[in-house]
């Protein structure tokens, strides 16, 4: 690093005048397959804490990337063949972009000695690992070389050639085995067909993206033109080797990652730590990451009773990074991150709850291997139903409005709205906090969040929603509230119930998204959750103003088994998964693509919806319009939501502050 221009290192004494000197202790992290990092604590001294904020933060948008080649995965033409990927990493990372001078001096480092040998003061012309403007500051010039090259790719931009291009191109692509290995398989498990809302038209796909400093494009034809415009934005930000350059320096572009394969095109890759295969469309967890999951559910047995908060710290920490290949996991942390909100000093208590979350994801990780995660489990796309639900003290209800293109099961049809009630025990209702009754066990946000869950099970057990988003409304904000998030800090009955969502996502492979309607917009529900004095035939007189004569809707009962795990759920106690694996009918033949694929009700592990950012549709109390409800209304209702649920937000070309001039 001195040799390159990165650091000086002198005497102490030689510098403990300089004006705004302030020393901080290094550090190291470790790497995998590479020699530890060197970081620096700018907390110690207050550095961080005094640094102004006068980088592009929005240039980081840290955990969009991967969301974003996803998406773009999943919506390319599948007429021009599956899509192929590259991998670019910038070497030397931050140390190629300077500092102001004025500032090093502020970003000192004590460098170690020895015992007994003259104190060491290290500074870096570059920016350093572990200040707080240098992720920001050098994503700012990566942001710019992904812009760059998708605004040339768009515009049809024709790049010369490239030097790096022909070493690229002569290196083979790692084998499809080398990613498997011993202790994953390729996935052989038949899919659904392609979602109708997904684009069958199209230019080939031709995009960049970047994560901090690795560089991901995607194509399916043309391959050399986006690898060579992508080479030349990186040389236009970083410059390229020049005959002046010192014999230190290297290529923007890493030449060791070229070399093993990177820079080959594929439709099978590492990405950001995932690994992403383009032809079935799955995404997994690679073995060194499998490895890790297995250690640590190994380190706490289940008679463990307290371990440290900074293990646990790490034990969460490990589990939400491995979540986005596990959709539905999300909904297990509720006990867990209860167990630190009861924190006494260094330690936390290991309760049932805490144990049982474990073990789910003990459960989970023994068909993590076999079980690969489909891109479209975890990119929602326009909804292909729209449900409304409801609860009271006295149970719960919903309707359902079937899009054109939702396949049926045995004794349905997506013509019709679909109808569905549920009568809480005496004993539940009798619980309920209510002005008379102060001390009750379960809020009236409890049984709103259980009627959800029976919600979703109605659709999925009358349609085939594998891989599909659907769209559920209910009127109450906590409710809403816990199913977006997932996951509740309490020990109350919603992380019970929030735990079976997870697993009721995972097993059924929809992509659930929420949101809030009105009272008032909600007159069908609201009557479906509280006329039980009413037969079936009364009840369905009673809403078919809401609905048209000659099409009345169809009705469907909530099963034994959802039932009790509901109910469960609600006194506080753990059901068993088994409880929710209800194997729905047959989907029928439907479409012109033939027979849907068969569906495969193995054991699987969990999952969790994409944590893509989405401005919340808020209804008003004048929005109920009865013909709204009408079927031949439902497919433009679910038209106006493609903009909500459907699209997601492209980075502007234009962001950061203008300067002037």
């Known amino acids: 690093m001195i040799n390159k221009g990165q650091w000086v290192i002198l005497p102490a004494k030689a510098v403990l005048h300089l004006p705004g000197l302030r020393l901080s202790p290094p550090g190291v992290v470790p790497q995998r397959g590479r020699r530890p990092r060197w970081i620096c604590d700018y907390s110690w001294w207050g550095v961080n804490k005094d640094t102004l904020p006068l980088a592009a933060m929005e240039a980081m948008q840290f955990g969009r ?19 192929q990927m590259i ?6 990372g931050f140390y190629r972009i300077g500092l102001n001078i004025d500032d090093i001096p502020k970003l000192g480092v004590v460098f170690p000695t020895l015992p007994g040998d003259e104190p060491l003061i290290a500074f870096l012309l570059v920016l350093p690992m572990g200040w707080t403007n240098s992720p920001p500051i050098f994503s700012t010039a990566t942001k710019t070389i992904a812009d760059i090259a998708n605004a040339r790719l768009s515009s049809g931009w024709v790049p010369p050639s490239h030097p790096l291009d022909e070493l690229a191109a002569s290196v083979s692509a790692p084998p499809h085995e080398a990613y498997w290995g011993s202790k994953l398989t390729p ?25 901090v400093d690795d560089f991901v494009g995607l ?7 986006v690898r060579c415009t992508l080479l030349e934005a990186v040389d236009e930000v970083f410059w390229p080797l020049s005959p002046s350059d010192p014999p230190t320096r290297r290529e923007p572009v890493s030449i060791k990652k070229l070399l093993e394969g990177d820079g080959s095109w594929s439709t099978i890759k590492l990405v950001l730590g995932w690994i992403l295969d383009t032809e079935s469309l799955t995404i997994r967890l690679p073995p060194h990451r499998v490895d890790p999951l297995r250690e640590i559910l190994d380190e706490i047995p289940p008679t463990q009773r307290r371990i440290s908060i900074k293990k646990w710290h790490k034990v969460l920490g490990e589990l939400r990074s491995m979540s986005l290949a596990l959709p539905g996991s999300r909904n297990i942390f509720s006990t867990m991150q209860n167990a630190l909100a009861l924190k006494t000093g260094g330690r936390l208590a290991l309760d049932k709850g805490v144990h049982h979350a474990l073990e789910d994801f003990r459960w989970m990780q023994e068909n993590i291997s076999t079980r690969p995660t489909r891109i479209a489990e975890v990119v929602p796309l326009p909804p292909v139903a729209e449900g409304h639900h409801d609860a009271s003290g006295l149970g719960a209800g919903g309707i359902w409005f079937p899009g054109p293109h939702l396949a049926p099961r045995t004794g349905f049809t997506s013509t019709q709205p679909l109808v569905w009630r549920h009568q809480w025990p005496d004993f539940i209702s009798s619980w309920l906090v209510t002005a008379y009754n102060p001390h009750g066990s379960i809020t009236n946000s409890d049984l709103e969040l259980a009627g959800g869950l029976l919600h979703l099970d109605a659709l999925s057990q009358c349609f085939d929603i594998r891989e599909r988003t659907v769209l559920s409304k209910g009127d109450n904000l906590s409710t809403t509230f816990w199913e977006r998030r997932g996951s509740t800090s309490t020990n109350s009955p919603p992380a019970y119930l929030l735990r079976l969502f997870g697993m009721h996502q995972r097993f059924h492979r929809y992509v659930p998204r929420f949101d809030y309607i009105s009272g008032p917009s909600n007159p069908i529900a609201d009557s479906l959750s509280r006329n039980f004095d009413l037969n079936w035939s009364d009840q369905l007189a009673n809403i078919m103003p809401f609905l048209p004569q000659h099409n009345g809707p169809q009705v469907w009962t909530p099963s034994e088994q959802i039932v009790s795990a509901v109910t469960s759920a609600l006194l ?6 088994e409880s929710l694996l209800v194997v729905p009918p047959v989907p029928l033949p439907f479409g012109t693509s ?4 068969p569906v495969s009700w193995a054991s699987t592990p969990f999952s969790k919806p994409s944590r893509t950012k989405y ?7 004048s929005e109920f319009v009865a013909e709204n409800y009408l079927p031949a209304a439902v497919r433009s209702g679910l038209d106006r939501l493609k903009i909500t649920y459907g699209t997601l937000p492209r980075r502007s070309l234009m962001w950061g502050p203008r300067i002037p001039g």
């Open 594 to 597: 033939g027979v849907r694929s």
């Open 87 to 92: 991998k670019l990493d910038i070497s030397d």
């Open 572 to 577: 506080r106690k753990q059901s068993r998964r």
């Open 65 to 83: 990337s991967l969301e974003c080649i996803l998406r773009e995965i999943l919506f390319a033409n599948p007429a021009h063949g599956p899509v």
């Open 187 to 211: 996935p052989l498990e038949p899919y659904p067909n392609r979602d109708p809302s997904l684009p069958t038209v199209g230019a080939p796909a031709a995009y960049v993206d970047v994560f």
């Open 615 to 621: 401005h919340s549709y808020k209804s008003l109390p």
């Open 219 to 225: 194509a399916q034809k043309h391959k050399q033109r």
